[in-house]
Structure formats: C-alpha cells, structure tokens
Nanobody
Framework: QVQLVESGGGSVQAGGSLTLSCSTS????????MGWYRQAPGKRREGVAI???????VYSDSVKGRFIVSKDNAKNTVVLQLNNLKPEDTGTYSC??????????????????????WGKGILVTVSS
C-alpha cells in the first residue's frame, strides 16, 4: 500500500507564500503521476496541479502563474509552491498519486481522473 503524507500547511496573509510537501513510499517501478487537490468549505474538491512521470505539468486556471509543482524522484517527494496567495485559496490540500497512468498531466485528468492513492490532507488558510 502506498502512503502519502502532506506537510507545510498553515495560515498566511493574502499575498504571502507557503510550500507544501508530499512524501510517498516508493513505487515498485518508480513510475507515477502525482497531483495536488484542494477542497474549500462547502465546495467540491478541485484539481490544482499535476506532475507526470515525464515531468510535464498542468495547473488549474485559478492557480496558473502563482503555484508551482515540482518533484524530487530521489526523495519520492512532490512539492507545491504557493505564491501570491488569495483568500479563495483557503482549503484542505491533498496530494494523490497514481501508477496506472504515470503520465497523466493533462487538463482532462486534472478535472476528472480519480487517482489511486491519497493523503489525508493539510489545511491552508489565507486571510485578507
């Protein structure tokens, strides 16, 4: 069973930055796609960013240009850098991973694909 653990959440004022990290146990063949998702209170979960095994990335329109997703294969870690945060970025951020479609960084996957493994999530609060 693959386990994912998020860290780095917290509270920040609008315009500030946070760095979220997701560590994962090693896949057998080390080929996987990883994504970040968030859920605001009373709203549906939405895809924020995905990075594929090939290094390709995709972002939601609401965070494009402000968030950056990257990965360290040697450490089995994916990082989401959140810049110029807005109050509407508040929510529980979860990382997820998938080995079935290791190169899943595309707009359709961001909106529709349900990855195989999920972390428990971490809270990000942005105050105005």
């Amino acid at each position: 069973q693959v386990q994912l653990v998020e860290s780095g959440g917290g509270s920040v004022q609008a315009g500030g930055s946070l760095t979220l990290s997701c560590s994962t146990s090693r896949y057998r063949n080390n080929r996987y796609c990883m994504g970040w998702y968030r859920q605001a209170p009373g709203k549906r979960r939405e895809g924020v960013a995905i990075i594929g095994n090939d290094g390709k990335t995709v972002y939601s329109d609401s965070v494009k240009g402000r968030f950056i997703v990257s990965k360290d294969n040697a450490k089995n870690t994916v990082v989401l850098q959140l810049n110029n945060l807005k109050p509407e970025d508040t929510g529980t951020y979860s990382c997820a991973s998938d080995y079935i479609r290791p190169n899943c960084a595309d707009s359709w996957s961001l909106r529709n694909y349900l990855m195989t493994y999920w972390g428990k999530g971490i809270l990000v609060t942005v105050s105005s």
